[in-house]
């Protein structure tokens, strides 16, 4: 620490740091624009200035900037003298020559740091007459709004999207007063990580685009501490609401997971909390296929009524809490409930958790990768997976930059000076996948293989570094095997990803195996293993290795040994092809779902019961890295909407169970929960429970800004509506209550006098750019680093090389797409317009062999499906590459050999459909009378039709 003094003040600051972040570690207000805590000092802006004095005899000073300036023993500055003061309304007046006169109408205003830093520097008057600069606007997609008329050439923008997130499509274009942010030309912003732009931009250049074309203004927003739902990586967010609707989604800070940044998925993904297609009535159908809604009294009568057969059996979901999941279980029993996965995705996300408990490498957190000094990827296309990993991958290849400006002396938050010293230097990554990845730019080498040989080649390093024999006989690969040891074993932090991405136990076996071999050799290296979706390793910690699968259920069914099965939160169709499916629901007389939305399954259901989704609910979620973490409701469900737990409770009240009878709030499930399942005892430490209090009173989820109550429905009527009361969590429906420093997990938004934007953060953190005053949110129940790891042994036999497959044969390998192969997300507005078609990739060879160009239609297998081809050089030869979860593709399947011909009769599907369009389609009911109280009559699968007439 060293001591410098600031206006006559001494205070102790540390050595090295910058000045603008010291002053901002010790609540001093020093206004700026360029630095970010995540991207360091440039000294574009020159807001930061400050004086500097030599010695205490200096009067005079001269004015450095605070981001520019590191901190030194006994340094004299001056924050509040005349000449810092007029400096710093010199840049700001600069600055508005050419900005706009529009805060009342501006996406930005009320959270903008530009007016905070405006106002703070004590600017009010323009002198300036002339004409104002202007600039036309650009079309930068569905999910970013442009205003470049609104930009004060702080380069935020550019340095974020190009230097941190690898993008580049997004420049600063023309010099002097005429800079302008933007594209070569209009289109769609090309990073998966865009939409950081909206919060990176101080000003409002970019901002949400969904939002502004439902706007509402920001202190207005009632927000709740939430957990992503579009991957299994669990980045944190608030969420924000108005008149009952999700109006936008920003990231709550967590320094051991998503730190300042989220993926567009995560961002934007969220819209379908608002859909149309939403269920708020229970449904029965009818003999004649005709559907009735009920109340809740009723629809629970039913449900108890189909589960006193004992004859039960239950799908559960990974995409569900980890509380409703545990309910199910114990109504159906454990020996009947199957966790939800696909028959062929059970087994390998089973397997990803017995690897993690029984490895001896770390499981790493974002940050923590973000520390690696060298990578290896096995057959894992990260960015489209876990996206927020690609993006601290990103970060991690840099760490040899920071490794040579450290010898230098250099201060990691000196940027510029780093990025020009290091060139392009970095930390070496090595990617293995089936064809290309949005990665590759930054790695070493990016090999394509088939799914077997990336397997073989992990096994070969494994051997290698153990020093074994290499029996791989494939010269090229044997060369990369050289290549890839001498890299992990130059490192001192190796990381290992792989995943279940590719449709194999394969490879993160031998991801695993690898991991433990250069712990054996003193390293400390990592192990990183992707699962599908956000609940999916608490559904495998759930269940009992030998719980049943999809198939099994079916099997059991037919033998007849259920009749009555229980949907928890699942599209079935989405985790089998429709034959598959068709004939397990077929195999059960009655068929309960509960679920928010109308989708194939509920169109098939006997009794419908509508589901609260995320934004309505509690519940806690385990992340890929053995995170539990909590998240709250926004607003309360409307009509008949209940959270699954409240149905599944209620029931199992309703038959008497005794393990239920102390079960009177959601934390009493939790602890439920955890008591039952050893795996899941750590859970109650991820959220204080619904009794926590800060300093005596609730933690409120809306600010002291906000419009108030009456607002909201003066349209209706003048009189103020009593509030609704959370009796399940600390928070408030309300801004009565106290948000200073809460626990990291009750974090609702954050703000504070003087700081209305999200730069407010670090008046909420124990230091900048570190961890929470509350401390960081969720707590990890998956330990890493196990002493005594169950090391599995080498394959005895190598598999044969994939190119010795039968001729004519190609294997499906899964493509997944960041937007799109999530079930959810790709539902929502805006985001759905990036959603493609499915289509089939394979490399040239295999293109010429067939006589099809891209555009081409394809026919796969005995139709299966046919879909538009593109030839990508980086597809593996005789592998096919489809994109998961995209409309077309439903039939196919991961590692099934297939037949391919060329469709000289196809034509490309058009138009492509809307969000809207997508939710109702021919594999569902479209049940309006369960979605708006209204009915219509329309024809579904099986002649299922709802009867017309009003709902009471």
């Known amino acids: 620490m060293a001591t410098i003094y600031i206006d006559g003040r001494a205070y102790e600051a540390e050595a090295g740091e910058n000045l603008l972040q010291a002053c901002l570690n010790l609540g001093l207000d020093l206004p700026y624009f360029c630095w970010h805590p995540a991207m360091g000092s440039i000294g574009a802006c020159r807001q930061c200035a400050v004086v500097q004095f030599k010695n205490a005899e200096d009067q005079r000073g001269r004015i450095v900037m605070g981001c520019m300036t590191p901190v030194t023993e006994g340094a004299i500055f001056s924050l509040a003298g005349d000449k810092a003061q007029q400096f710093r309304q010199n ?9 706009p006169h529009d805060c009342p109408v501006c996406a930005e205003g009320g959270e903008c740091h530009l007016q905070d830093m405006t106002v703070m520097v004590g600017h009010r008057d323009r002198h300036y007459r002339g004409r104002k600069n202007t600039h036309r606007n650009q079309y930068l997609g569905p999910l970013i709004n442009h205003e470049m008329n609104r930009c004060i050439t702080c380069y935020r923008c550019t340095r974020y999207y190009n230097d941190y997130a690898g993008g580049t499509d997004l420049a600063a274009l023309a010099s002097r007063d005429h800079v302008y942010f933007g594209r070569h030309q209009e289109g769609v912003l090309q990073s998966q990580f865009a939409g950081n732009l909206v919060e990176v931009c101080p000003t409002g250049v970019f901002t949400d685009k969904v939002l502004v074309h439902d706007y509402t203004r920001k202190w207005d927003l009632q927000s709740a501490p939430s957990v992503c739902v579009g991957c299994a990586v669990g980045c944190n967010t608030m969420p924000g609401e108005r008149y009952g609707k999700l109006k936008r989604v920003h990231n709550r ?9 989220l993926c567009d998925r995560g961002r934007f993904g969220a819209g379908f909390v608002n859909s149309k297609q939403n269920l708020f009535l229970p449904g029965l159908r009818q003999p004649e296929g005709t559907y009735d809604t009920l109340d809740h009294h009723q629809a629970l009568h039913h449900m108890q009524q189909a589960c006193t057969t004992g004859k039960v059996a239950g799908i559960g979901s990974p995409r569900a809490s980890v509380e409703a999941n545990f309910l199910l279980r114990s109504l159906v029993g454990a020996e009947n409930f199957s966790p939800g996965f696909s028959a062929h995705e059970q087994p390998l996300v089973m397997e990803v958790l017995q690897l993690q408990q029984h490895t001896a490498a770390v499981i790493p957190d974002i940050a923590t990768i973000e520390s690696a000094d060298a990578v290896l990827i096995l057959g894992e296309d990260v960015t489209n997976t876990a996206p927020r990993i690609a993006l601290a991958l990103r970060q991690s290849v840099r760490n040899k930059a920071l490794a040579m400006a450290a010898e230098l002396g250099l201060q990691p938050w000196q940027d510029a000076a780093i990025r020009n010293l290091a060139q392009d230097q970095r930390n070496p990554l090595y990617i293995t996948s089936v064809a290309d990845t949005p990665l590759d730019d930054v790695a070493e080498v990016a090999i394509s293989l088939a799914p077997n040989e990336i397997a073989r080649l ?17 010269e090229p690969l044997r060369s990369q095997v050289d290549a890839i040891v001498t890299m992990l074993m130059s490192a001192q932090r190796p990381l290992i990803i792989s995943g279940t991405g590719c449709g194999t136990s394969t490879i993160t076996t031998a991801a695993a195996q690898l991991a433990n071999v250069l712990c054996a050799k003193g390293k400390r ?3 990183c293993l992707v699962v599908p979706e956000a ?11 030998d719980a049943p699968d999809l198939d099994q259920l079916q099997h059991r069914a037919t033998s007849g040994e259920f009749d009555t099965l229980v949907v928890l939160e699942n599209d079935l169709y989405r985790r089998g092809t429709n034959v598959q499916i068709d004939a397990l629901l077929a195999a059960f007389n009655q068929i309960l779902v509960l679920d928010g939305m109308d989708n194939p399954t509920t169109s098939l259901a006997t009794l419908a019961l509508p589901a609260a989704n995320f934004a309505e609910s509690e519940g806690t979620i385990v992340s890929l890295e ?6 709250y409701p926004l607003f309360q469900p409307t009509a008949e909407r209940r959270p699954s737990w409240v149905w599944l409770l209620a029931c199992l009240k309703e038959l008497t169970h005794k393990d239920v009878e102390a079960l009177h709030h959601f934390d009493d499930i939790t602890r439920a929960c955890a008591n039952a399942i050893p795996a899941l005892s750590g859970i109650t430490a991820a959220a204080p429970d619904h009794h926590f209090r800060n300093l005596g009173q609730k933690i409120p989820r809306q600010t002291h800004r906000n419009s108030g109550r009456t607002a909201i429905r003066a349209n209706i009527s003048v009189h103020e509506p009593k509030q609704a009361v959370d009796e399940e969590s600390p928070l408030a429906y309300s801004m009565e209550g106290l948000n200073r420093a809460p626990p990291g997990a009750l974090l609702p938004f954050v703000w504070a006098p003087g700081w209305n934007s999200n730069q407010s953060l670090h008046r909420f953190q124990g230091e900048v750019g570190g961890p929470l005053k509350g401390g960081t949110a969720g707590v990890r129940i998956l330990l890493s680093g196990n002493p005594s790891p ?9 598999e044969p090389a994939f190119l010795d497959m039968p001729q004519g044969l190609w294997l499906l390998v899964p493509r997944q797409q960041i937007f799109g192969s999530e079930e959810l997300s790709a539902l929502s507005p805006g985001l759905c317009e990036l959603v493609e078609d499915a289509y089939i990739e394979i490399c040239p060879a295999d293109a010429k062999s067939l006589g099809v160009s891209t555009g081409d239609g394809i026919m796969v297998g005995n139709s299966l499906a046919t879909l538009e081809v593109r030839i990508n050089d980086a597809v593996a030869q005789s592998c096919a590459g489809f994109s998961v979860g995209l409309r077309g593709a439903e039939n196919l399947e991961a590692l099934h050999s297939v037949s391919l011909q060329r469709a000289d009769n196809w034509r490309r599907r058009t138009p492509k459909p809307s969000s809207e369009e997508v939710i109702g389609s021919d594999r569902t009911l479209n049940s309006e009378a369960l979605t708006r109280g209204t009915f219509r009559q329309r024809s579904a699968r099986k002649q299922s039709t709802l009867p017309e007439g009003p709902h009471v």
């Open 91 to 99: 840049i700001v007046e600069s600055l508005m020559l050419n900005h």
């Open 253 to 261: 800070f967590n320094a051991e997971v998503n730190g300042y940044f």
């Open 458 to 474: 992990g096994n070969a390093v494994a051997r290698n570094i153990a020093d074994e024999v290499n029996q791989l006989p494939d």
């Open 525 to 527: 290296a990592m192990l």
């Open 535 to 545: 609940n999916s390793l608490g559904q495998a910690m759930l269940c009992d290795a």
């Open 626 to 631: 053995g995170r539990a973490q909590r998240y």
């Open 790 to 798: 169950g090391v599995s042994n080498y394959p005895e036999k190598e």
